[in-house]
């Protein structure tokens, strides 16, 4: 029974070596025969290998068949099926990986021997812990025997942590190869060494868990580095000896450089404009240049010396320049019971050149230890032609005050609280009668009567805030006087710019009142003409078409053919003089006229007065603006070419599409007219004769009254071109 369960519960084992036993083999299929060689011969010696691996805990077989052996791995489980117990092998041949385990230890014997006689150090960890070190590498830690070194942590050999750190990256690490780094460390011995070492990497699985294996290859570096610091140390020693050398050169170098400029200071100062000495505290001079004591002889008639007290001075003074003495006793009095710089300005008599000389000095005290004062450096000059510039300036201030006092014009200037910094009489004066008060340095300035009007003011206001923020700006504004009389000013507001910034706005007003209203005069007289020539055109214009109507009537009582044409053809040339005028009255311009808009008007008119509804009509018009000199004669050109056109280019013979095109366009300064047909052309005999027409030669006239270039071209049953080039300037 038990057989029949097992074969149907194991027989998805179809390519698996399987064998099942309790008390016997009692399932084994055809793989596991194979690999066990199994026939009923040796079954029972088979099962009792088995079952004695099975409790050895062996987990493999030797089988022996034909003198050679095959190593079985087992991974055997045990069932319970019908409460008897079952084991349940799964087999797998192991012998390749025997074969390999045996050349692998040759192997390792002779890289063993190959590592131990290697004169660099060759240590293998797994997972950090040390499995081999090579002779060299025993030197290099000092370890006696395998036992002392095997298994040791290897971070156990570091002695600081940032190198611990290191190498466990390394450890944690699955490159193939690591670079070289340097480590110091503990030798078994408790002696510091210095390793340079490579890192080699061979992963392999063992009892279904990842171990790291690596290969390091180091080499001892504490006598190299010790050599290297001694070498180091030696060239330290060497450099510095060059570089005192060189500093000490340096030093001579800056010494003479520094005498040099002492020297060349010594004699700027000596030379320079500026009057230079140096006293101590009871002001004894120390030392003076040429311009003090070219000071001290022409304005003391001292010889001055080192040594000499510079009070001795104040008795030297010429008896008229009492307040020049006077400053100088307060000076003096100022150095005993004070620390800080002085300056003061001082005035002298120039006996030859007989005017007043200024010079400004300077004390400036030097201290010594304890904060007290050592010596007073001193040095000044003359300021004479500051004060003759000052003194222009003023000349120039008083004119300018003048100037702007008197000036017809309203000048004045506010800060940013509205406040009056500056105004002229003719300012204060207006504001008096605009206002009803005057206007006070320092105070806003206030609206007066004008102080309801809102409208005024947010004027004001408004202008006054873009000036303050940088804006020029320009505007007119009106006020009711008394009587019904009116002001205009043009008013303009300047930001007044210190520093790059903005710190007051200035007022420029100037009454126009008078031009305002000689402007409104000749508004008024203007708006007259432009009544008058408008009315002038609209009647030159019903009188044309007067004229056209008068004509019209002749036609139509006229029996003879050719008359009738003519009679057309001046009708025309009224018409085309009344639509300018016409347009002219309708636009509010009496000069000048543009022709464009027209021009599709006059080409109907024709068309229609000839009963044309048979030409094709092709128009390219700019939009031009002609003076009515130039336009009227244009205007007319074009009538004459097209009623040409209509009345010859076209008989009642010609077959084929009529077209006529019509072009008008700027080119520079010059303006271009084409009109042209597809007709029968011009004979050349009458061509060569053209001008005697009516048409052609009132065309010619027209031309040459606006200096235009005329040009035509004509062939028999090739069309006729009329070209014109009117100059605009």
Same mark, same amino acid.
């Not at 029974?1 to 008390?23: C, D, G, R």
């Not at 409460?83 to 349940?88: A, M, R, V």
């Not at 290859?217 to 001694?230: M, P, S, Y």
């Not at 706005?505 to 432009?530: F, M």
């Given at each position: ?23 016997e083999i009692v399932y084994i299929n055809n793989p596991a025969k194979s690999l066990l060689h199994y026939t009923s011969q040796n079954k029972q010696k088979l099962y009792q290998e088995i079952i004695n691996a099975i409790k050895n805990k062996k987990f493999h077989i030797e089988i022996k068949y ?53 004169p660099i150090g060759i240590l293998i960890h797994e997972n950090g812990l040390t499995k081999y070190i090579n002779q060299y590498g025993m030197k290099v830690i000092q370890s006696k025997s395998k036992k002392e070194y095997l298994n040791f942590p290897i971070l156990n050999f570091l002695i600081n ?36 070492? +490579?890192? $080699?990497?061979?992963? &392999?699985? !063992?009892? =279904?868990? /990842?171990?790291?294996?690596?290969? %390091?290859?180091?080499? @001892? #570096? ?70 003090? +004591?070219? $000071?001290?002889?022409? &304005?003391? !008639?001292? =010889?001055? /010396?080192?040594?000499?007290?510079? %009070?001795?001075?104040? @008795? #030297? ?63 000044g000059h003359e300021i004479t032609e500051k004060y003759e510039f000052l003194n222009q300036i003023e000349q120039q201030t008083i004119k300018l005050h003048e100037i702007i006092e008197h000036s017809p014009i309203y000048l004045w200037s506010l800060n940013k609280n509205f406040e009056i910094t ?308």
């Open positions: 029974m038990i057989n029949k369960i097992i074969t149907n519960q194991f027989k998805i084992f179809k390519n698996i070596p399987v064998v099942a036993l309790n008390k034909k003198n050679k052996i095959t190593s079985i791995a087992l991974q055997c489980d045990t069932l319970l099926i019908n409460n008897e117990k079952l084991h349940f092998c799964i087999l797998n041949n192991i012998s390749e990986i025997f074969e390999y385990k045996d050349d692998l230890e040759k192997k390792l014997s002779l890289y063993e021997e190959m590592f131990d006689n290697l942590d940032k190198d611990k750190q290191r190498a466990i990256k390394r450890i944690q690490s699955t490159k193939n190869y690591l670079p070289p780094e340097i480590y110091e460390i503990k030798t078994f011995k408790g002696n510091h060494k210095v390793v340079e070492l +490579y890192s $080699y990497f061979f992963p &392999y699985i !063992n009892k =279904d868990k /990842k171990n790291i294996v690596r290969l %390091l290859v180091f080499t @001892d #570096k504490t006598e190299d580095l010790e050599k290297q610091k001694l070498e180091v140390e030696s060239l330290i020693k060497e450099r510095e000896n060059t570089l005192l050398k060189k500093q000490n050169q340096i030093k001579e170098k800056l010494l003479d450089e520094l005498k040099t400029k002492q020297e060349q200071l010594f004699n700027t100062i000596n030379n320079s404009d500026y009057l230079f000495w140096i006293t101590d505290v009871k002001l004894n001079i120390v030392i003076f240049n040429q311009k003090f +004591y070219e $000071y001290c002889k022409k &304005y003391y !008639n001292v =010889d001055i /010396k080192i040594g000499e007290n510079t %009070l001795k001075l104040q @008795d #030297k003074f010429n008896k008229t320049e009492i307040e020049s003495k006077k400053i100088r006793e307060e000076i003096i009095e100022k150095l005993k019971n004070t620390k800080e710089e002085i300056t003061y300005e001082i005035s002298h008599f120039d006996k030859s050149e007989k005017k007043t000389k200024y010079f400004k000095m300077t004390f400036k005290p030097i201290f010594g230890k304890n904060k007290t004062i050592k010596h007073y450096y001193c040095y500056l105004f002229n009489e003719n300012y204060a004066q207006l504001i008096q009668k605009l206002y009803g008060e005057k206007p006070i340095i320092g105070k806003p300035l206030s609206k007066g009567k004008y102080s309801a009007h809102q409208d005024l003011i947010n004027t004001l206001n408004y202008h006054y805030e873009k000036a303050f923020n940088g804006s020029h700006e320009n505007f007119k504004i009106h006020f009711d006087l008394e009587n019904d009389r009116k002001i205009t000013l043009d008013v303009n507001l300047f930001p007044i710019i210190v520093n790059n910034q903005i710190k007051e706005v200035s007022g420029i007003a100037t009454d126009i009142t008078q031009e305002v209203e000689k402007q409104n005069q000749l508004e008024i007289l203007l708006h007259e003409n432009e009544v008058l020539m408008k009315e002038i055109h609209h009647r030159i214009k019903n009188n044309l078409q007067v004229i056209s109507s008068m004509i019209n009537l002749q036609i139509q009582d006229e029996e003879n053919q050719h008359t009738r044409d003519v009679l057309r053809d001046t009708q025309n040339r009224v018409y085309s003089m009344a639509i300018i005028h016409q347009t002219l009255y309708q636009n509010r311009n009496y000069s000048s006229i543009n022709i464009s808009g027209n021009i599709p008007t006059l080409i109907q008119n024709i068309l229609f007065s000839f009963n044309r509804s048979d030409i094709d009509v092709f128009t390219d018009i700019d939009e031009i603006i002609l003076d009515v000199n130039t336009a009227i004669p244009l205007f007319l050109i074009i009538n004459e070419a097209f009623t040409n056109i209509v009345k010859y280019a076209f008989p009642s013979s010609f077959q084929g599409e009529k077209k006529s095109e019509i072009y008008l366009k700027r080119k520079n300064t010059n303006i271009e007219v084409i009109i042209k047909d597809n007709g029968t052309g011009i004979q050349k005999n009458i061509l060569e004769n053209i001008f005697s027409s009516t048409g052609f030669s009132i065309i010619k006239a027209l031309s040459e009254q606006i200096n235009a270039q005329l040009n035509i071209t004509s062939a028999p049953n090739q069309g006729t071109e009329l070209k014109l080039l009117v100059p605009l300037i």
